[in-house]
């Protein structure tokens, strides 16, 4: 949701609102930004949009109301420096493996969230963006134009998840962590695994005490991180360990949206995930007429 169909919902407008406040309270006790007069930028004023979600549980349930402020990237002037803006995130064949690694040796699991991810990362040069709508700078009261001065990396700039993986990266390898030749999101010191997926970490380890030792170690280098507890639910999907020798993996939640969004949410069930005959060809057959977006489906689907 954006900023005028969030706030257009009246039944859940004090949750938007009050999120957003939140979100911009979090920004500068950060201190990701300074406020300055537009006339000191020196390149362009990066316009800024809000964007809303309801956050789920893999069952579907909303668990929290979510705003995020963002630099619209797609207006950014790119240089030299933004071309290498690569982040990567880990294979779920690794975090498969993890898992099953945990059972054969009898290791526990947790995740680990970051909050602000983005925004605890430092720009190499500085970006102006526009105030938040909805907010206004107490020092502009006299009419003075004013802007934001990025001094962190925030949601939407190009170089953002590439900032935050280093960023991330120096701190694991200095508190001796090793990364994976087959997996670049893959990290391991003794008694400790983990999978870094953006801003979420998979962990699996050996005693609490090897637990603690690392939420400290990262804690000591100004990482902001909550502990989930065990590893019940990790990017939308629901863990649940069976006895000792096995997890069941499911996405209810995720799958009754396909459903919904593909209005088939009465469907019968079937046994094959696909048709047994193969589809025709049919050239003259009646085009596409449905309400969904064809693509939309197909992304929700991969």
Not at 70 to 94: C, F, H, I, M, N
Not at 158 to 181: D, Q, T
Request: neutral net charge.
């Amino acid at each position: 949701l954006n900023w005028d169909q969030a706030m257009s919902i009246q039944e859940e407008k004090e949750q938007w609102m009050a999120s957003a406040k939140n979100k911009i309270d979090e920004l500068e006790s950060n201190g990701t930004w300074k406020v300055v007069l537009a006339s000191e930028a020196t390149s362009k004023i990066i316009p800024t949009m809000w964007v809303f979600r309801r956050k789920r549980t893999p069952d579907g349930e909303i668990k929290k109301f979510k705003g995020r402020f963002t630099v619209r990237g797609d207006l950014q002037e790119k240089t030299a420096d933004d071309e290498d803006s690569y982040a990567p995130v880990a294979q779920w064949s690794s975090i498969r493996i993890m898992l099953v690694m945990s059972l054969i040796i009898g290791w526990s699991t947790c995740s680990i969230d970051f909050t602000n991810a983005f925004v605890q990362a430092y720009l190499k040069k500085p970006i102006w963006i526009h105030l938040p709508r909805g907010f206004t700078s107490s020092e502009n009261n006299d009419g003075t134009k004013t802007c934001l001065r990025l001094i962190k990396s925030l949601y939407g700039v190009s170089i953002a998840p590439k900032a935050w993986y280093e960023h991330v990266c120096k701190a694991l390898f200095s508190i001796g962590f090793v990364r994976s030749s087959f997996d670049n999101c893959v990290f391991y010191r003794p008694g400790l695994m983990l999978a870094q997926w953006v801003d979420d970490f998979c962990c699996v380890y050996q005693t609490q005490s090897h637990m603690d030792k690392f939420v400290s170690d990262l804690r000591e280098h100004g990482l902001n991180l909550t502990v989930e507890g065990t590893l019940a639910e990790f990017l939308g999907i629901k863990l649940e360990r069976q006895g000792n020798n096995s997890f069941k993996l499911t996405q209810r939640g995720l799958i009754e949206k396909v459903l919904k969004a593909a209005e088939m949410s009465d469907c019968n069930p079937n046994s094959t995930p696909a048709s047994s005959t193969p589809l025709s060809l049919d050239p003259d057959g009646a085009p596409f007429n449905e309400k969904w977006k064809y693509s939309s489906i197909v992304g929700m689907l991969i």
